[in-house]
């Protein structure tokens, strides 16, 4: 009796599309039970292809009814089956619109492996059988996966690559198991639009190796094992990248020719330094935020411009922001607060004094010396000899030269520099002339034998002969590489 109810409400549900003598199913089909499942093999034994949508749930542990499905014409839907071993549609080729996963028993997922298209996006998730996924490995074309809580992606989605979106995400709290633990998996992908990671267990993310850009938001959220991001290799190209609480996290990695438009790096418990980063001349917005161990910005040295908005706050032993000593100009606002360590705050200031930062300042509750924009202007940065670049800044502090030019580039300025034209950081001066060691002329030589050829490369240098009656002459070659002599004083 209780086979003839199944049947009957099999019926009611299949025979409303079922016309016999036709190969397939056409419209919308659902699959609420086994026995319906088991139906559809009997009832068509010669389909390949569905039309419509395909929806399959409750107790259904088997799906060898679908062995010979090539093709279905809308979603396949597989949720909250009895299912625990997932080796299913392994003829399917292509879902015209999406396919989503999702049941709590299963365990492996090493179906789909003829799949070259989903057109629109595959969903995985709420599948808390720690479910492990070693399949779609001949997809070629989807726009979006999304995988998430309890899946262990091993050597998956090998072929893709080109996304529109990538999501690993748990949906909740961080402990779940979610990781892609297979080397190869995504190893194809070379340009996403989004990818958006959270909660994810991996410690590395060797498996983006190949990706080169993200055209829009990169998120790399609550990542606890992540180390490093070294696994970016090929990274070349990021619009906006967020790298948040992931706690281990000590070094950035990044290849150092990757170009990122806007940068977040907040709650990483373990990140000392931004070293890691690019080179970065320019951004649109940065934000430093609560990282307990960060101390410098060191990492950040090439910054120039930041467009928008630039926000640091809440990193409790900061207290070195030198290098944003090549900073020139913000577009909007600057945020500093809640940096109780932080009080050399001068080059805020000078861009201040120099209208450089073109929104609102907020200052407070850093430092003592950093602790409000008043405070830093009127009392904390000196300006000794008042060209309007602070003293901590300033390459000459006591040598008003608000140009700052340092031909040889050894960080003191020409307008103090006791060899401008060597590069001597030190500026040692044993003999106390105010010739630098580096550049001081040699005397009290008997002679001076060289064995390579004497070069002046300034055109208004040349050699000092002293002539018998006590006169000295400047020996220059002008453009035609003639030789004149013209007296000067004796050095
Ligand atoms: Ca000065
Ligand atoms: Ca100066
Ligand atoms: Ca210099
Ligand atoms: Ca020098």
Redesign the pocket.
């Known amino acids: 009796m209780q086979k003839y109810t199944q049947i009957i409400i099999a019926c009611i549900v299949l025979c409303t599309t079922y016309i016999e003598g036709q190969t397939c199913l056409s419209g919308n089909s659902v699959f609420n039970s086994q026995t319906e499942v088991d139906l559809f093999a009997t009832n068509f034994p010669n389909c390949t292809e569905i039309n419509g949508n395909v929806f399959i749930q409750g107790n259904v542990s088997n799906l060898n009814a679908f062995n010979n499905i090539v093709k279905i014409n809308g979603n396949l839907t597989i949720i909250s089956t009895s299912l625990s071993q997932g080796n299913i549609f392994p003829n399917l080729q292509e879902v015209v619109k999406s396919l989503f996963i999702s049941n709590a028993f299963i365990t492996n997922l090493n179906g789909f492996n003829s799949l070259t298209t989903v057109n629109n996006k595959i969903e995985i998730y709420g599948n808390n059988g720690i479910m492990s996924i070693n399949s779609f490995n001949a997809l070629t074309k989807t726009d979006t996966i999304t995988i998430g809580q309890e899946v262990n992606v091993q050597n998956a989605f090998t072929q893709i690559q080109k996304l529109k979106s990538l999501k690993l995400e748990t949906y909740g709290l961080p402990t779940q198991n979610l990781q892609v633990s297979g080397p190869n998996s995504f190893n194809a992908v070379t340009k996403c639009d989004k990818i958006q990671m959270y909660g994810l267990q991996n410690t590395n993310l060797n498996f983006l190796s190949n990706l080169d850009t993200v055209s829009n938001e990169f998120f790399i959220i609550f990542l606890p094992n992540l180390t490093s991001l070294s696994g970016l290799s090929s990274l070349s190209l990021v619009k906006n990248m967020s790298i948040s609480g992931c706690e281990d996290l000590t070094n950035l990695n990044l290849p150092s020719t990757a170009k990122i438009n806007s940068i977040t790096v907040s709650g990483n418990g373990a990140l000392t330094s931004l070293a890691g980063l690019p080179p970065i001349t320019q951004l649109d917005q940065l934000a430093i935020v609560d990282n307990l161990v960060l101390t410098s910005l060191e990492g950040l040295n090439s910054l120039n411009t930041v467009k928008n908005v630039f926000y640091l706050y809440q990193n409790p032993v900061l207290n070195d922001i030198s290098a944003l000593d090549n900073l020139k100009i913000v577009g909007s606002d600057v945020n500093i607060y809640d940096n109780p360590n932080l009080n050399a705050c001068c080059k805020i200031a000078s861009l201040v004094t120099k209208n450089r930062i073109l929104g609102q300042v907020q200052i407070y509750d850093n430092g003592e010396e950093c602790s409000s924009l008043l405070d830093i202007l009127g009392i904390y940065c000196s300006d000794l000899d008042e060209d309007e670049i602070f003293d901590e800044d300033d390459n000459c502090p006591n040598d008003p030269n608000d140009d700052q030019d340092?031909?040889?580039?050894?960080?003191?300025?020409?307008a103090c520099?006791n060899c401008?034209l060597i590069?001597n950081a030190n500026q040692a001066d044993a003999n106390n002339d105010g010739v630098g060691d580096a550049c001081q002329s040699v005397s009290g030589v008997g002679s001076m034998q060289i064995s390579s050829d004497v070069y002046v490369d300034n055109s208004l240098r040349g050699v000092i002969l002293k002539s018998s009656n006590g006169f000295c002459y400047r020996i220059k070659v002008n453009n035609k590489g003639k030789l004149s002599s013209k007296k000067i004083t004796c050095p």
Not at 406 to 414: C, K, T
């Open positions: 340092d031909a040889d580039n050894d960080g003191v300025g020409d520099d401008p590069s």
